[in-house]
């Protein structure tokens, strides 16, 4: 059985880092990706990246701040978020691919991952 597990989440002020985790077990993957879900609304593509070529893909809003990245070894997905602002406050979901292609707009949208995470919280204070 598959299982994803987010970690790392927590309370930051503005201008920090935090790096989230993702334990996954159970297959291989095409790809996965981050998302992020705010109060009120929809859940968003945040980054990706591909298992092929280790290829990522970021959302324009965090391009720059945050870097998508995987330990093979330890089976993690990891995100490393830096210079945090306030917007940046949401649920995070890790998400995982088995699609045969993992590329373009497939990695940013959430029909095309089959498993989730139950999410971790992060909370960016002013």
């Known amino acids: 059985q598959v299982q994803l597990v987010e970690s790392g989440g927590g309370l930051v002020q503005a201008g920090g880092s935090l790096r989230l985790s993702c334990l996954h077990s159970g297959r291989t993957f095409s790809g996965m990706a981050w998302f992020r879900q705010a109060p009120g609304k929809e859940r968003e593509f945040v980054a990706a990246?591909?298992?092929?070529?280790?290829?990522?893909d970021y959302a324009d809003s965090i391009k720059g701040r945050f870097t998508v990245s995987r330990d093979k070894t330890e089976n993690t997905l990891y995100l490393q978020m830096n210079s945090l602002k306030p917007e940046d406050t949401a649920i995070y979901y890790c998400?995982?691919?088995?699609?045969?292609?993992?590329?373009?707009?497939?990695?940013?949208?959430?029909?095309?991952?089959?498993?989730w995470g139950q999410g971790t919280q992060v909370t960016v204070s002013s």
């Open positions: 998400a995982a691919s088995t699609r045969p292609i993992y590329a373009g707009n497939t990695v940013s949208r959430r029909a095309s991952h089959d498993y």
């Open positions: 990246i591909r298992w092929q070529d280790d290829i990522t």
